[in-house]
């Protein structure tokens, strides 16, 4: 089925994980922030109730400045400036009766045999529709939300409950997929208690509800639906269809190959009200191609099959928006990539070949023959033809419809390749919501990438070469969750700048940019490349489109500061510190970028000496993510050592450190004279005593002595430690067994 389905059919797939992505290394964020530090100093703010889990439904509603919530047995409405005030919250369990039926059929009661809201859409101007598992007994509800924006209301509306059934999933483990268009609720989802007959199903308005062919292999296969989207095709209404995004086992996979996951998108026409005499209310518009994220290898693609999310961005045109999608792999190796698909490829690849199966034990092939008239797929619609109705379509376009649902060409991604991808990260990619920001140059896609580690990654995409090639530049990595829950639903205000992220233990927000935190310095601003954020003169702030440009200084295609930040003298003084070591002993000289993608380099200049050099790489001098640690200490080592962040090719200094190495008889006068001088309250502190304080603080006389004295290698935590922690750490670094002196030159 192409180059891209060929690929998926060869069995050294594992093999080319290894050839391909196997040895590759994850992308390092430029800024990592903890749960602790997004709380403490950037806006995190939290919401969660008691005894309440699984926040799955989020709906965003910008007229009335409300965050509306599906949970475990609640609906809650929340405040989009701050979710943790104003918070309006109400009860929805299922009835006694249910949940003890539920645990007659072998459910576990207490966390299977509730209500959990899937399912939430703003119905009219009044009333919200909510769907719930309802304890294996699917339930809709509207809810009234009223239209004061001064009195928020949240009541549920129990005169008009709906059956849930076709609507909300059974199961609590299975996500929900749909659309509401105007009255009509589109939806993917198991349409029985065993969850075995999955269905792409229309209710409610007053159209007859219309479902797929039941239990036929050919147009589903045990899908898992992710994300269903309303997109019109042209001025005509006629012309709209609603597309469909799902992953399941594929059909077309060789014996050979045995189960074999692949990503689909479906379509079906709004207006479609099934056959006459075939497929009576069934859809007779519905066709799917196959999804293809995969990276070319040369030896055969390498293919990310398991779709996670969709977002839809729409663009000046609202026929042609982008869609992002997020995949991970079900291979052996941990990987999630971030692909972007044109609504035109999509359209192309339903235009295109119908694929074909002539009997059990032929191959998958473009189909040959003649396809009848109006071809299937087709609304029924005066831009394309005469049909009024797809009642009106002859019995042997029903027949093709229903024996072709699949397309033969797959769509593929636009450059033909991931924009962004992550190997042996440790997490998985589940979630994407994408803003398009203004920025100097143009227009950038931020990507905001939820895992299940409890982590949302920001990604921008930038141009690379000629379009429509772009790739993703890594810029934060937020720990939104203190219990690293999954990240499970996301929701975005491009109006006020804020991100909301739901996992099982609660939701969160962010705002979408912390330009602060990026540094004091011009260069550093540049460096950060965040579209949002530009550097005024006096500190990186929000880059506002309407201000002065001879005040906005930003370079997210290049990040880089040499033009743009040149005679800036707007960089915060060098930081110096005098650091006391003994001969024979140790010293850590700490020095941490703000950058976890800058590298660090160390010069030296010799006391008595103009000139720097290059620090060494060598076993007396080990460099950390830290800092530089210095063991078996001489008296030569004594001098001023200059710390210096590289990136993007541009050196920018950071920390100026001079060294004192003494011997072991001046520790041990400078003990005797701290012994012997009395203490002067208002007088000038001598240097000594910061250095006895620095060997044992609170400490001091002959007890500080021997701790100047050698000392095993102190060495700092390993990389590891930093994971889910600060960018910048304080602590003292740990002792290590010493090795003893070396007989090496000093360099």
């Known amino acids: ?92 369990p299922a009835p006694v009766e249910w949940r003890e039926e539920c645990n007659w059929a072998g459910k576990d009661i207490g966390t299977e045999c509730m209500n959990f809201v899937k399912l939430l859409h703003a119905y009219n101007r009044t009333h919200l529709l909510a769907c719930g598992t309802g304890a294996f007994h699917p339930t809709c509800a509207f809810v009234e ?125 709004r207006n479609d009200v099934g056959g006459q005499r075939s497929l009576v209310n069934k859809w007779t518009t519905f066709l799917k191609a196959r999804l293809v994220c995969s990276v070319p290898g040369a030896e055969g693609d390498t293919n990310f099959d398991h779709l996670q999310d969709v977002f839809l961005l729409s663009s000046r045109d609202r026929w042609t928006p982008l869609l992002y999608a997020v995949f991970s792999t079900t291979s052996i190796f941990q990987g999630s990539a971030v692909c972007v698909y044109s609504m035109n490829d999509v359209r192309r690849a339903f235009l295109g070949p119908f694929a074909h199966k002539e009997g059990p034990v032929h191959q998958w092939v473009s189909y040959q023959g003649r396809v009848p008239y109006p071809r299937p797929g087709m609304c029924p619609s005066k831009t394309f033809g005469t049909f009024s109705s797809t009642k009106d379509f002859p019995d042997d376009v029903i027949q093709f419809a229903r024996n072709h649902p699949l397309m033969y060409n797959a769509v593929l991604p636009m450059g033909g390749r991931p924009l962004f991808q992550q190997v042996g990260a440790g997490y998985t990619f589940t979630q994407i919501t994408a803003d398009r920001v203004a920025a100097v140059d143009g227009y950038y896609d931020v990507l905001f990438i939820g895992t299940d580690a409890g982590t949302v990654l920001k990604v921008i995409s930038v141009p690379k070469g000629g379009r429509p090639n772009a790739e993703g530049l890594l810029l934060e990595e937020l720990h939104m969750f203190e219990d690293s829950a999954a990240v499970t639903s996301m929701q975005i205000s491009s109006k006020r700048h804020q991100l909301y992220v739901a996992s099982r233990s609660g939701v969160a927000q962010i705002p979408l940019h912390r330009c602060a ?107 950390t993510t830290r800092g530089l640690l210095l063991r078996w200490l001489r008296r030569g080592d004594s ?73 095993p290698a102190p060495r700092p935590p390993p990389p590891e430690s930093r994971r889910k922690g600060r960018n910048r750490r304080t602590h003292a670094p740990e002792p290590r067994a010493e090795r003893g002196p070396r007989s090496a030159a000093h360099w």
């Open 639 to 711: 001098g001023v050592y200059l710390c210096a962040a590289v990136e993007q090719g541009f050196s920018q200094p950071m920390r100026r450190l001079v060294l004192h190495v003494l011997s072991a008889a001046q520790a041990e006068r400078l003990a005797r004279t701290e012994e012997a001088a009395p203490v002067a309250p208002s007088g000038p502190k001598l240097w000594y005593r910061d250095f006895l304080q620095l060997v044992e603080p609170g400490g001091g006389g002959t007890k500080s002595l021997r701790m100047c004295r050698p000392q």
């Open 517 to 623: 935190a990026h540094g004091r310095a011009c260069a550093e601003c540049c460096l950060a490349r965040d579209p949002y954020c530009a550097w005024d003169g006096a500190a990186c702030t929000r880059f506002q489109p309407s201000a002065k440009r001879r005040f906005r200084r930003q370079d997210v295609r290049n990040g880089d500061p040499s033009t743009l930040c040149t005679g800036d003298s707007s960089h915060p003084a060098l930081l110096e510190r005098k650091v006391f070591g003994v001969e024979g002993g140790s010293a850590f000289l700490e020095c941490e970028p703000r950058s976890l993608q800058a590298r660090v380099e160390w010069t030296f200049q010799r006391a008595g000496e103009a000139a720097y050099t290059q620090v060494p790489a060598e076993e007396r001098a080990e460099r």
């Open 145 to 269: 939300v009223g239209q004061r924006l001064e009195e928020p209301m949240l009541r549920l509306d129990l005169r008009r409950l709906e059956d849930g059934k076709g609507k909300s999933p059974y199961d609590p483990r299975h996500r929900a997929a749909s659309v509401l268009v105007g009255e009509e609720l589109y939806s993917g989802v198991a349409a029985d208690l065993m969850g075995r007959d999955f269905t792409i199903f229309r209710s409610l308005g007053q159209r007859p509800s219309l479902r797929t062919e039941p239990h036929d292999s050919r147009w589903l296969n045990e899908p898992k639906f992710v994300k269903v989207f309303w997109i019109p095709e042209s001025e005509n209404p006629d012309d709209d269809k609603i597309y469909f995004f799902f992953r399941e086992t594929a059909v077309e996979a060789t014996p050979a190959l045995g189960r074999l996951s692949v990503s689909r998108v479906g379509q079906i026409c």
């Open 1 to 92: 089925m192409g180059r891209a389905e060929a690929a998926a059919m060869i069995p050294g797939l594992a093999l080319l994980w290894v050839a391909v992505l196997g040895g590759a290394a994850p992308s390092t964020p430029r800024l990592r922030l903890s749960f602790q530090e997004l709380q403490a100093q950037h806006g995190l703010r939290t919401f969660r109730l008691e005894r309440t889990c699984c926040y799955e439904a989020l709906l965003l509603d910008e007229e009335r400045g409300r965050l509306f919530v599906g949970a475990e047995n609640h609906v809650a409405s929340l405040s989009l400036d701050n979710i943790s005030k104003r918070a309006k919250k109400l009860a929805w």
